[in-house]
């Protein structure tokens, strides 16, 4: 079974940065897309950035030049830099995998003015 468990969240002043972390355990298979959504009260949830196995990755408009996804086999990794408090949100772990979707829990990311 596929676990998903994301660390690193907390509160930061406008400006600062974070590094969210997420591993994923169990068969995540050797063709897969790891990455990063989050969603803000009353809002939808939104891609952040992904990377995939064959070195593709995305970044929503929003956080390009400020933010940085990296990985490695089974683990993803979100740079959060600029901070600003628009980003305030939780941020979901995503993996997709043999035609499958996967989401960790979520981590609380705030970022005061």
């Known amino acids: 079974q596929v676990q998903l468990v994301e660390s690193g969240g907390g509160l930061v002043q406008a400006g600062g940065s974070l590094r969210l972390s997420c591993a994923a355990s169990?068969?995540?298979?050797?063709?897969?897309?790891m990455g990063w959504y989050r969603q803000a009260p009353g809002k939808q949830r939104e891609l952040v950035a992904t990377?995939?196995?064959?070195?593709t990755t995305r970044y929503a408009d929003s956080v390009k030049g400020r933010f940085t996804i990296s990985r490695d086999t089974a683990a993803v990794y979100l740079q959060m830099n600029s901070l600003k408090p628009d980003d305030t949100a939780v941020y979901y772990c995503y993996l997709y995998s043999m035609w499958r979707d996967y989401w960790g829990q979520g981590t609380q990311v705030t970022v005061s003015s």
């Open positions: 169990g068969n995540i298979g050797s063709i897969n897309t």
């Open positions: 990377f995939s196995s064959i070195g």
